[in-house]
Nanobody, 121 residues
């Protein structure tokens, strides 16, 4: 069983910064990609940022230049450093990890329960 647990959400003022963390644990052979998604009230879940095990990154246009995704492969942990936060960044942020289990070498694709980020004065 593989699981991911997010932390670091909360209330922040517009223009402020926040860092989210997500740690994967369980039976893991390798993790190919780790990413952050978000879902605002009344909207569909969208990709925010993703990073591969080689360090390649991809961001949704609305966060480019403001958010930075990084990962610590030794700790199976991914981070999302968010800066210049705007009210429209308010959402539940979900962590996702995709990889391979040991032994059977089958794929896994797991989601965290989400952490709420509220940007408001």
């Amino acid at each position: 069983q593989v699981q991911v647990v997010e932390s670091g959400g909360g209330l922040v003022q517009p223009g402020g910064s926040l860092r989210l963390s997500c740690a994967a644990s369980g039976r893991i052979f390798s993790i190919n990609t780790m990413g952050w998604y978000r879902q605002a009230p009344g909207k569909e879940r969208e990709l925010v940022a993703v990073i591969t095990n080689a360090g390649s990154t991809n961001y949704v246009d609305s966060v480019k230049g403001r958010f930075t995704i990084s990962r610590d492969n030794a700790k199976n942990t991914v981070y999302l450093q968010m800066g210049s936060l705007k009210a429209e960044d308010t959402a539940v942020y979900y962590c996702n990890a995709r990889g391979i289990r040991p032994g059977s070498l089958t794929n896994f694709d797991v989601w965290g329960q989400g952490t709420l980020v509220t940007v408001s004065s």
